[in-house]
């Protein structure tokens, strides 16, 4: 029996085989059949064989360094990010691209033509238990990510568009591709003409550099070839919230086990359903990552362990209300859209904070709800503005604006033991921020103001305004960020957590939320010029910032006359 191991160290002993008996000449007709004459030259003359590449899956590092040992490749450890194919397996498995730790490594290996080239290694890494079995499995058989490559030896626009048009003549198909950030280079991804002799499916031009303007055309023109495809997947989108908000609702997660697979019938009798529609509503989770079958039933994955209640991190009273009041009113986004009138307001009669107050049970799991991207906040306490204020002879205060249950207040006063905090909310929200921070013993280090923004504690240092500004229009910020200013004496830092439209027209949450906030609160998310120009309305100045996970920033602000001091 072939193990594992052996079987990724039999293809990449044939891979570094490959690139040292290739050159550029000979592989191009290869994979291209018909291209001679002039255009193989120029093609030749602009790129060069580069490497070939495949997908191996250690269960460690250590697993890793020994396949490398095995095939005479050296290699520095551990292995750089790989972005792109990671977010490729992410789309063809349906997984979460942060559950897939791929890495990319490039050792040398010296073609019989005496050229230095490379053997490319993805490593997805696939540790016991973790569920990516069947994943490795698929991989290994399709080899979609093994192909060759060239590089583009002197990048510039004309020329790369003229080698991927010269390409497409002779039979290429574009096959996606990516930006590099880690490394500054652009990966452009083809299918090899029909007829192929080489072996390989898939060819890569990887040009050093920023050239995402050519490849947006590139990866439309993949796209275009499989239209109905693409919009089905996005049709059902609204399966997939469901989906995971019954998976939460029913606490099938509670009932489950990251460990060890629990057997469907045992799930729908601690759960109350029945076991024939709780394993079809599984087998649907396990395309989406959140949980994983195999022979003993099924078992959480790292994602889905987030919908437990009071987990670590725990995310289940956001998917509650993604699945509950905010999925029923994006059901009135063309209204939103046709009339102004927030689709919220039109089905529930109120906007909604007064809707949620009114309900208790609904008011806690919307707070609940503002904690559950608490990743956003992990590196807000290390802020400069709130470290400085840690190191102040006399103290210092920190004023969280609208601070929800006291989720962020609490982190930043963990990370600064010297520091105070005031944590303003509205009264039933206040009441249970207060309750929160006595729990986790810094009650003692809090005070808790109940009121609207119009009674802005005076005299704090850092002043924190998180997610607060998105939930309003334009006059509305402006107002709350004068009562910010006016509490605000010449020394304090003011830092705004948001998320912040890109200029680029890059893919980001924030233009999802800036959809969402227009449908269910009225408000919107903004690019960070617009945001300068609210706090210079209100006497404000913004001063720097900062990137945070899930896309957040934290933009850190100033009184105008003091922001260059």
Known sequence: MITTLSGDTSRLLATVDFVKEQDTATLLPLLFPGLDGPELRTLAEHCRFSHAALLVFPSDEAELRAMLTDCGLVAALPPQPSVVVRERLAVRHRRPAAELDVGILRPAVTGADGAHRMVEVFALTVPPGSGLDAMAAAERERQHEAHVAFEVVAPDPLVLRGLCATLA??????????????????????????????????????????????????????????????????????????????????????????????????????????????????????????????????????????????????????????????????????????????????????????????????????????????????????????????????????????????????????????????????????????????ETGFGTRCAFVAGDFADMPAGGDVYVLSRILHDWDDERCREILRHCARAMPDHADLLVVERVLPCDGSVSLATAWDLHMMCNVGGRERHAAHYERLFADAGLALVGQSRLPLDGYVLHVRKARSASA
Request: aromatic letters at 8%.
């Open 169 to 438: 003549r002779y039979g290429a198909t574009p096959d996606g591709g990516g930006y590099n950030l880690h490394e500054n280079g652009t990966v452009f991804y083809f299918g090899a003409a029909a007829e192929t002799k080489a072996g390989y499916r898939r060819v890569e031009l990887y040009v050093p550099g920023d050239h995402r303007d050519i490849l947006d055309a590139h990866l439309a023109e993949h796209r275009a070839r499989q239209p109905a495809e693409t919009l089905l997947r996005l049709l059902t989108g609204a399966w997939t919230t469901q989906a995971l908000s019954a998976f939460a609702q029913l606490r099938v997660p509670d009932a489950m086990n990251s460990e060890r697979g629990v057997g469907v019938d045992e799930l729908a009798r601690a759960v109350g359903a029945r076991p024939r529609n709780l394993a079809t509503l599984l087998r649907y989770l396990v395309m989406l990552g959140a949980v994983t079958e195999g022979s003993d039933g099924f078992r959480l994955t790292e994602s889905g362990a987030l919908l437990r209640a009071g987990a670590p991190g725990s995310m289940r009273a956001l998917a509650l209300m993604y699945g509950g009041p905010f999925y029923e009113s994006f059901a009135a986004l063309g209204h939103t859209v046709r009339t102004g009138q927030v689709a919220f307001e039109h089905l529930f009669g109120e906007n909604h904070f007064d809707h949620f107050a009114r309900d208790p049970q609904l008011a806690e799991l919307f707070d609940q709800s503002m904690a559950a991207g608490s990743a956003m906040f992990d590196p807000v306490p290390a802020h400069p503005a709130l470290t400085a204020a840690a190191e102040a002879a006399d103290g210092a205060t920190v004023v969280d604006v609208a601070g929800g249950n006291g989720e962020l207040l609490g982190r930043i006063l963990a990370a600064h033991p010297r520091l105070n905090g005031v944590l303003l909310e509205r009264p039933h929200a206040v009441e249970a921020a207060r309750r929160r921070l006595e």
